[in-house]
């Protein structure tokens, strides 16, 4: 079993020492959250909770992942650098391309795209693109980051990017090419991480049956679709050995798991997560759980 470690909650200049200690103590990756842009007032459409509200608001800072990764990666020598979950159809994909593989020559080949089309219709709205099509643009951008990391001339004409003969320098250092893990909980999202990903980022299962389905989506659309070779499947759900250990026989291969996401964490500081109780509790998980997973 892996275990992803997801960044967030500090100050990002404590994100290198953070992921260093996280290397030394076990874990496998790091997991960058982001948004682009934020509404004032939140609305109740956050699909992972009860309320409809996310944990997040107008207020919460947000910063470029690839920035962030990128100072991880000059900290670290092992650990894998992914995102949990880029909106992939907000931005061009030659955007998306380049800064991916920027990092994946920055980290020598440490770059994982988390990939997911939003949730967030606002966010959408300001940026001046239709919420209703995300998932066919995730679809169309993917193909084309794809390409773009791994042809020579590169021509393209869809229904949403259109271009001839183009050239992308570099590709990546990763063979075949950077994995790709896709982000989903509903069905059309399921099929999609099955047809198209290098791995599925389960979000929002509330217990094991409702994980169990959804991935007999994705592995179901995996098959129909004729794909084989290695492929990830990521799940957050529980930090105990004993979640991790069922997790395991229901096929996953890496668990995020962080000190919020831990009940026995019990920070110094209840009204804000401080740096030294983060690294405490990594140590501690990394020799209590890890060491014996």
């Known amino acids: 079993m892996k275990f992803g ?11 290198p020492e953070v992921a ?22 939140m609305p109740p459409t956050y699909p992972y909770s ?8 107008g207020d919460t800072p947000m910063y470029d992942p690839w920035i962030v990764l990128a100072a991880v990666a000059q900290a670290t020598e092992r650990i894998r650098l992914a995102n949990n979950i880029y909106v992939v159809p907000l931005r ?35 940026a001046g693109l239709d919420f209703a099509t995300r998932g066919q643009r995730m679809e169309e951008c993917i ?19 259109s271009f001839s003969d183009m050239k992308f320098q570099p590709k990546p250092t990763q063979k075949p090419t950077i994995p790709i893990e896709i982000g989903a909980h509903g069905a059309p999202a399921l099929r999609r991480a099955g047809c198209i990903g290098d791995g ?31 492929f990830e499947v990521t799940s957050h759900l529980g930090s105990s050995l004993d979640d991790i250990r069922r ?39 990394g020799d209590a759980v890890i060491s014996n997973a």
């Open 143 to 161: 193909d084309v980051i794809r390409r773009l990391w791994t042809e020579d001339v590169i021509t393209h004409h869809g229904e949403f990017f």
């Open 20 to 41: 260093q200690v996280a290397e030394d103590s076990g874990f496998e990756s790091v997991w960058m959250p982001e948004h682009l842009i934020l509404p004032a007032e």
């Open 92 to 126: 061009h994909p030659f955007v998306t391309a380049r800064a991916v593989v920027t990092l994946d020559w920055i980290s020598r080949g440490r770059v994982t795209l988390g990939a997911g089309v939003g949730w967030l219709e606002e966010e959408f709205d300001a």
């Open 50 to 57: 009860d309320t409809g509200y996310a944990a997040i608001n």
């Open 5 to 15: 470690l997801p960044l967030l909650g500090l100050n990002p200049r404590a994100f």
């Open 247 to 285: 997790c395991e026989e229901l096929g996953v291969t890496r668990m995020i798991v962080g000190p919020r996401s831990d009940p026995n964490f019990k920070p110094a500081d209840t009204t804000r997560l401080r740096k030294e109780d983060f690294i405490d509790w990594l140590k501690r998980y």
């Open 200 to 230: 599925w980022v389960e979000v929002g299962s509330k217990n094991f049956d409702t994980f169990t389905k959804r991935l007999q989506i994705v592995m179901a659309a995996r098959r129909d679709a004729g794909r084989d070779g290695p």
